[in-house]
Every structure is written in structure tokens, then in C-alpha cells.
């Protein structure tokens, strides 16, 4: 009985807190964002979700409505040993300087328990704290994607939900170049893909296997998203954790593997993000830097680098 009543409670504050987190109202972009102010890229979809691009937001705006409502921004960094001790530090020192400068922060770093968090040597802001989240693997699922995914869904329902406003998932092996701010917060962000942005739509690396959950058919979809960099509110995170693991499963039932990006891809093609950064946010300098690339927010340092 005590164990029932655990769960009832637990189950009425989520509610709550979901309830909680989906009231703070984004501010209507006819009062930050001016599309005309970049007439050389798409800063509109077809569903009114806005483009951020260098030049098309009034950052004052929005940072008197947000300081307002004193609300706090989750950072989850995915950083099993093979790629914390190369990138965590430069992440979390770059993060410190450019992320959310201002703001209350959490850096949630899903990490293996046999990495010290006092190496890392970081000096936080008045208002800026991390919590160190053991990664916890299922000897059967051996897979990065899938431990990130069953983590990070773990995570959100038992704290992060309660903490923070918004959340973003990152991942480690980026390096923040310039100011990362409240212009890029939405229910439902999404990160278009430097590379894909610029090509042809029906060369996007959709998948394309008809049995497979992340399906999506030539001639469909909208942008290629990078799972670089995703977030929103935690509600709509766990929708994502969720709609993933229900494919997955579905997936290795049928002996079928797909990547985590595509699963991506396919719940923004179903569920439309209403709000999408520009790959100003997250720019592969391994690219020449075209000239719609005014200033880079995030640099990618691929993982074989």
C-alpha cells in the first residue's frame, strides 16, 4: 500500500510539474524576431516555427521577459569515458563562458562512475551548478544511443523535470565559439545539420528501409536535424525518450539497427519543432564557412578527430 501511494504521488507531481514547466509562454516573435533581417537563408517554415540566424533576434527583448520569470536551463552532456577524457573539459570550460550567460544553469553530465568530476578543475558561476548522473547499461543493450536514450529518460522522470524549465542535449565533442542564448529557447528545439542545410532535399539521410520505425519516403521531410544539439521543455523530451524507445524495440525485434539521429529526424518529421537553430549553431569547421555563416555559436570536433 505505502508503495502504491508512492507512485500516486510521484505520478500527481509530474503532472504538476509538467503542468508547471509548459506555463512559462514564450514571448510572440513579431516582439524579438525580424525574418527580413536575413533575406539570404530561410528563417520561417511552412508551420511558422522560426529560423534562428545571426541578425534576426532582439536579444534584449527577450532577456528582460526571461530574467523576469527567473527561470533555470538544464545542460545534459553524454560523455561515456572514450569521449569525456577528450572533450568534457573544453565543453564544460567553453559552456561555462557562452551558454546561458546570466541564467540559472544545471550541466547534467551523464558520465561513467569511474570518471572523477575534480579533474575536470571547473569553476562555476553564482548561479551555475552540475550534477554528475552515473550512466547505467543494460548488459543486453550495449549500445551508445540506446544507454543515452534509457538515461536520459530516466533522469528527466526522477529530477530534471522538477529543476528546470528548459533542457538541452548535447553532445560532448562541440565546442561553444560565441554567446549561446535565450533566443534559441522553445517547447521544441531542434539543430539543423550544417552539412544537410545546404544540399538537396532528396539526398537527406533519411531512413529509407520501409520496415523500420524511423521510416520516412522519398519526396517527404522537411530539414535533416543534428542530434548534436536538441532540447525543449522536459515534457516534450520525455516524448522523445519514449517515441525512441517504442522504435527501438520495434527495431531490434525485426533484427533491424537504425541510428539515433534518424529516430530523431523522424519524430520532428511527425512532431514539428517550433523553433530550429540555424547551423550557425552548431558549424563543422571541416566545411569551407560559406557567406550565410555570420557568426558560429558551436563548433563540431567529429569524434574520430
Not at 523576469?68 to 577528450?86: D, F, M, S
Not at 561553444?176 to 542545410?197: M, N, P
Request: overall charge positive.
Amino acid at each position: 500500500m505505502q508503495m502504491e501511494r508512492h507512485f500516486r504521488i510521484k505520478d500527481h507531481l509530474e503532472k504538476i510539474h509538467i503542468c508547471w514547466n509548459d506555463q512559462v509562454k514564450e514571448p510572440h516573435p513579431s516582439t524579438w524576431f525580424d525574418s527580413q533581417k536575413r533575406p539570404d537563408v530561410i528563417t520561417t517554415t511552412e508551420w511558422d516555427a522560426t529560423i534562428i540566424w545571426e541578425g534576426t533576434y532582439k536579444r534584449q527583448i527577450l532577456e528582460k521577459y526571461y530574467k523576469r520569470l527567473n527561470i533555470t536551463i538544464g545542460l545534459v552532456v553524454y560523455a561515456p569515458a572514450k569521449l569525456a577524457n577528450r572533450y568534457l573539459k573544453q565543453f564544460l570550460q567553453s559552456a561555462e563562458k557562452h551558454f546561458m550567460v546570466g541564467y540559472h544553469v544545471i550541466f547534467y553530465l551523464l558520465i561513467d562512475d569511474k570518471i572523477n568530476t575534480q579533474s575536470l578543475s571547473l569553476k562555476l558561476g553564482p548561479l551555475r551548478t552540475f550534477k554528475a548522473c552515473n550512466i547505467y547499461k543494460e548488459k543486453e543493450m550495449d549500445i551508445d544511443h540506446f544507454t543515452l536514450m534509457s538515461n536520459l529518460n530516466a533522469y528527466v522522470i526522477d529530477a530534471i523535470q522538477f529543476e528546470v524549465n528548459y533542457v538541452f542535449i548535447m553532445a560532448v565533442n562541440q565546442i561553444f565559439k560565441s554567446d549561446f542564448g535565450v533566443e534559441t529557447l522553445g517547447r521544441s528545439i531542434a539543430q539543423l545539420h550544417s552539412w544537410w542545410y545546404f544540399q538537396n532535399t532528396k539526398h537527406f539521410p533519411y531512413e529509407r528501409r520501409k520496415n523500420a520505425a524511423s521510416f520516412i519516403p522519398y519526396g517527404e521531410g522537411d530539414f535533416y536535424y543534428h542530434s548534436a544539439i536538441w532540447g525543449g521543455t522536459p515534457h516534450e523530451v520525455l516524448n522523445f525518450t519514449k517515441e525512441y524507445q517504442r522504435g527501438f524495440y520495434l527495431d531490434n525485434s525485426s533484427k533491424l539497427n537504425s541510428e539515433y539521429e534518424k529516430y530523431l529526424n523522424k519524430y520532428f518529421f511527425e512532431n514539428k519543432p517550433t523553433k530550429l537553430l540555424s547551423p550557425e549553431y552548431n558549424w563543422d569547421p571541416a566545411f569551407k564557412t560559406p557567406p550565410q555563416i555570420k557568426q558560429v555559436k558551436i563548433a563540431w570536433q567529429p569524434e574520430n578527430s
